[in-house]
Structures are given as structure tokens and as C-alpha cells.
């Protein structure tokens, strides 16, 4: 599998993004910051997702990126494939010519697993990964509010007293 890191921090940069933008457009030096990946790195990464019509950019003061389109209407696999992430498990890239010129012998298996795996980013949408997020980040607040064993304890005792 050839998913590097620029897939990977691309669809975590547009989650970022697609989690902030309703208090409009989001500089990529707060994705920078928050999600640790450099900025030119980032402009370099953005720029793609503007050529693919997935983020658009907005200039001057208070400036950024927004989305181009609905959550429910970008995919994993568009992200990956607009900054032009091989999702190719294939040693030879599809040309069939993985033995010198000759198909090898799990040609097939590595053809059928790109394509289970297109398949499978392709029905995750950003909407899906919000929404995920925004379960997780529920959880943590109520599991950071729940008081912990020892200090249960130690609030009854103290309350016996």
C-alpha cells in the first residue's frame, strides 16, 4: 500500500477544516498548529485541493479556505486522489509488467484490493468523519467531567465527616 503521509495529512486537513469552517474561512497556520504539519507543506497540499475544486481560498483580512462543496459531497478517496496519492497496491502501478515485462502471478489479488479500497474511501465522506469527531470529542468532555474513582471515594469520605 502506497498511502504516505500526504493522503493522510490532507484528509486530516480537510477534517480540520471542515470542522471549523462555519465561523468562516480557516487559515492554514491554525491547521499548521493544531494538527503539527508544516505550512508549506500545507500551501503546497492546498494548493491541489483548490486545483480539484474541493477547498476554495479567500483573500485579504480574515482571509482562508472553505470547503467548495458539502461535507456529504467530498470523499476520502477525492481528497487522496486530488493530491495525487497513488491508491495503487500494485507493484507495477497497473501496466502489468511487474516481472521484468511479464504480469506476475497475484497481479489480480493487488488489482482487486486497489479497487476494495477506492471502494471503501470512496463511501467515506467528510460529513461522516464530522460527525465522528464531534462523537469523540463528546465523549472525551463527558469523560473528563466524571469525577475519577479515588476522588469519588475520597469526596465521601470527606462528606462522612
Not at 494548493?47 to 485579504?60: F, Q, T, Y
Not at 482562508?64 to 481528497?79: H, P, Q, R, W
Not at 507495477?92 to 516481472?99: D, F, L
Request: charged letters at 25%; a positive charge.
Amino acid at each position: 500500500m502506497r498511502l504516505t503521509t500526504k493522503g493522510r495529512f490532507a484528509v486530516t486537513a480537510m477534517l480540520d477544516l471542515a470542522l471549523r469552517q462555519a465561523n468562516g474561512p480557516v487559515t492554514l497556520a491554525g491547521i499548521s498548529e493544531r494538527q503539527g504539519i508544516s505550512l508549506s507543506y500545507l500551501e503546497q497540499l492546498f494548493g491541489k485541493l483548490r486545483r480539484a475544486a474541493l477547498v476554495e481560498s479567500v483573500r485579504g483580512p480574515g482571509g482562508g479556505y472553505c470547503l467548495a462543496k458539502n461535507t456529504e459531497d467530498i470523499s476520502v478517496a477525492d481528497i487522496i486522489i486530488a493530491v495525487d496519492e497513488p491508491l495503487d497496491a500494485t507493484q507495477c502501478g497497473g501496466q502489468e509488467n511487474c516481472r521484468g515485462k511479464q504480469r506476475c502471478m497475484t497481479h489480480d489479488l493487488w488489482t482487486d484490493l486497489n479497487r476494495t479500497l477506492f471502494a471503501y474511501l470512496a463511501n467515506i465522506n467528510l460529513a461522516s468523519l464530522v460527525e465522528k469527531q464531534h462523537h469523540h470529542e463528546q465523549n472525551s468532555l463527558l469523560q473528563d467531567r466524571r469525577p475519577t474513582t479515588r476522588s469519588a471515594e475520597h469526596n465521601r469520605g470527606l462528606d462522612a465527616r
